[in-house]
C-alpha cells in the first residue's frame, strides 16, 4: 500500500472522528475543499459544508453518535471504510421523535 493510500484512509478516520467530536474546524479541515457527496434520495451533490450540516443533523439526534471504523481498503484514490456507527437516539430525526434506544 503506498504512502497516499495510508495518508487518505487516516483522512477518512479524521473525518469521522470530527463528525463524533461535532468539531466543524477539524471537519472542514479533513475533507478537501473540492469534495462533493451524493447519493440516492438526494436532489444535488452536497458540498462540504452541506455535509457537515447533515453529519451534525445525525449527531444531534444521537448526542453519543460513535464511528467506529473496523476495516479499510484503499484502491488509488478510493477509499472503503466498514464499520459500525452507534448512539442513542435521544433527539428528533427527520421530525420523529426520539426513542432513547
Known sequence: MSKQQE???AVVRQLFAAID?????R???AE???F???FT????PLGREDHF???LMHSQA???????????LAEGDYVVTKGTITGTNDGTYHGRPATHR
Open 32 to 34: 478537501h475543499p473540492d
Open 27 to 29: 471537519f472542514l479541515k
Open 7 to 9: 495518508k487518505n484512509k
Open 36 to 38: 462533493s457527496l451524493a
Open 62 to 72: 444521537y448526542s453519543d453518535m460513535k464511528h467506529q471504523p473496523e476495516f479499510q
Open 53 to 55: 450540516a447533515m453529519a
Open 41 to 44: 434520495g438526494i436532489e444535488k
Open 21 to 25: 467530536a461535532k468539531d466543524k474546524e
